[in-house]
């Protein structure tokens, strides 16, 4: 059971986004289609659309995260022995989770704030869409945390080294 649940755990985003990849891909051919057939469009496939491309760009953050694909520039760092490497990117992602810490509770707070609002053409409430901000910056705290806890590792095998 562990394995499944491990196995699930490592790719978690990865299958999110496919989900929303796959509504978004139907529901903007749905709109085509609509548009083409019937010459009247669906209204609620625009918006739809919007929130599933949203909802992958930003567990697209924690799976950057994860395989540490962040844009970055690290001409520099590459040139560094491997010790300096390591505490820089230890560094870098403690900076990362603070940043996402942040952006858990103001993510809480505008989830709150949104939740007594519906969306324009789906009967679904606004703070259920908004909820990828928090939902996202906890996944990559733990994705930071989980990075912190290889690099140290790695870091006090090279000091004992």
Not at 38 to 51: D, G
Not at 127 to 136: D, E, K, N, Q, R
């Amino acid at each position: 059971m562990t394995n499944k649940i491990k196995y699930i755990w490592d790719n978690l985003e990865r299958y999110l986004m496919i989900f929303f990849f796959i509504v978004f891909f139907l529901n903007v051919f749905m709109q085509i289609a609509s548009r083409v057939f019937f010459n009247n469009p669906f209204r609620f496939t625009e918006e739809l659309s919007r929130y599933c491309f949203v909802w992958m760009v930003f567990l697209g953050m924690s799976f950057g995260t994860r395989y540490n694909k962040h844009i970055k520039i690290d001409v520099v760092v590459s040139m560094m022995p491997e010790m300096v490497r390591l505490i820089i990117n230890i560094f870098i992602d403690i900076l990362t989770l603070a940043v996402f810490t942040w952006i858990i509770f103001q993510g809480l707070e505008y989830v709150q704030y949104s939740s007594t609002n519906n969306i324009y053409t789906l009967p679904i409430n606004k703070g259920v869409i908004v909820s990828i901000l928090p939902i996202t910056g906890l996944l990559v705290v733990i994705r930071c945390l989980e990075k912190i806890y290889i690099d140290f590792k790695k870091y006090t095998k090279g000091a004992q080294s």
